[in-house]
């Protein structure tokens, strides 16, 4: 005689991923005044197991023991929903449903395929070349990190986890210090709370501007310094005399040697950025069609860069 089972079943919906513990914290729906309980599962690519956790939601969350296997899991959406069915008994239930990281790689990789350029390597290099000023450490990795704002969002796939919708988003990103403009790919909630971030980065996709848009670019620098003046002005309030040079701060009580070196050190980038843009100009010198017009472009910026070494 088969043995009977009784399946309790219990309804259970995600609280947060505790990604450094590769955890999800799963709530259990108790009865108005008892204590909450709260399960934990793996995140990852192994057995997605089911255990009790200790001091959550927001304590440690350590596991504690396994799901019974009699246990029937009734995962819900935010709302209690039941969205589908899971547990700890395999012959019931032979796969547990994917990840949130799966569900997004999957998405991913559907999307990827068309999107070549797409790559981890490099953007840092790339972003820092776009400065005109020597950058410190420090300054490196604000330039590289902090200036920059999310321009527009596009999205370019969806998919559902857990009764939710997410998607595959195109963000374009532009630098507030420099004309830099990139794109960054992401998985996230298509409907996001206020200060919610995405739920996975993919990649960059950036690309070096023609050597047409740098020499302009450049000369549009060289001319904007040769022009500018280093603004000195009084802070009444702190009795400090404060320097800036378009639009920068360069310091306080600074001396006459100081106020020129701060301008000389910004023309130096200027000169260092156009030899390495004129370099790379006559790699391409065999090429008619890329180095059309830009001949009266450098003969310009060559005039500039005289009148700056006088």
């Given at each position: 005689?088969?043995e009977k089972?009784?399946n309790?079943e219990?309804?259970v919906?995600l609280?947060?991923i505790?990604r450094?513990?590769?955890?999800?914290?799963?709530?259990?729906q108790?009865?108005?005044g008892?204590?909450r309980?709260?399960?934990?599962?793996?995140?990852?690519?192994g057995?997605k197991?089911?255990?009790?956790?200790?001091?959550?939601?927001y304590?440690y969350?350590?596991?504690d023991?396994?799901?019974r296997?009699?246990l029937t899991?009734?995962?819900?959406?935010?709302?209690?929903n039941?969205?589908?069915?899971d547990?700890?008994?395999?012959?019931?239930?032979?796969?547990?449903?994917?990840?949130?990281?799966?569900?997004?790689?999957?998405a991913?990789?559907?999307?990827?395929?068309?999107?070549p350029?797409?790559?981890?390597?490099?953007f840092?290099?790339?972003?820092?070349?776009q400065?005109?000023?020597?950058l410190?450490?420090?300054?490196?990795?604000?330039?590289?990190d902090?200036?920059?704002?999310?321009?527009?969002?596009e999205?370019?796939s969806?998919?559902?986890?857990?009764?939710e919708e997410?998607?595959i988003f195109k963000v374009?990103?532009?630098?507030t210090?420099?004309?830099?403009?990139?794109?960054?790919?992401?998985?996230?909630?298509?409907?996001?709370?206020?200060?919610?971030?995405?739920t996975r980065?993919?990649g960059?996709?950036y690309?070096?501007?023609?050597?047409?848009?740098?020499?302009r670019?450049?000369?549009?620098?060289?001319d904007?310094?040769?022009?500018t003046?280093v603004?000195t002005?009084?802070?009444?309030?702190?009795?400090r005399?404060?320097?800036?040079?378009?639009?920068?701060?360069?310091?306080?009580d600074?001396?006459h040697?100081?106020?020129r070196?701060a301008k000389?050190c910004?023309?130096?980038k200027?000169?260092?950025?156009?030899?390495?843009?004129?370099?790379?100009?006559?790699?391409?010198?065999?090429?008619?069609?890329s180095?059309r017009?830009?001949e009266?472009?450098?003969h310009?910026?060559?005039?500039?860069?005289?009148?700056m070494?006088?």
């Open positions: 005689m088969e089972r009784d309790k219990i309804r919906r609280h947060h505790d450094g513990n590769c955890t999800e914290v799963w709530e259990v108790t009865e108005k008892k204590p309980r709260y399960l934990g599962r793996d995140d990852g690519y057995p197991e089911w255990y009790t956790l200790c001091d959550a939601p304590g969350c350590e596991r023991c396994h799901v296997e009699d899991l009734i995962v819900c959406d935010k709302d209690w039941g969205v589908l069915r547990g700890t008994d395999r012959e019931r239930f032979p796969e547990s449903f994917p990840s949130l990281d799966e569900a997004c790689n999957e991913w990789s559907k999307v990827v395929k068309v999107l350029h797409v790559t981890h390597k490099g840092g290099q790339w972003i820092t070349k400065s005109f000023l020597p410190s450490q420090t300054e490196e990795l604000n330039w590289r902090s200036y920059y704002e999310e321009e527009a969002s999205i370019l969806r998919f559902t986890w857990i009764g997410y998607a374009t990103q532009r630098h210090k420099c004309d830099a403009q990139w794109y960054e790919y992401y998985a996230g909630k298509t409907n996001r709370q206020e200060h919610e971030w995405y980065f993919f960059y996709e690309h070096d501007r023609h050597i047409s848009d740098v020499l670019t450049l000369g549009r620098r060289c904007d310094i040769i022009r003046a603004e002005r009084t802070d009444h309030y702190y009795g005399t404060v320097s800036c040079f378009m639009d920068e701060f360069i310091g306080y600074l001396s040697e100081q106020v070196d000389e910004r023309l130096r200027a000169r260092e950025d156009y030899d390495e843009a004129n370099a790379y100009y006559y790699k391409l010198k065999e090429n008619e069609e180095i017009g830009i009266l472009m450098l310009c910026i060559r005039q500039q860069i005289r009148k070494k006088r």
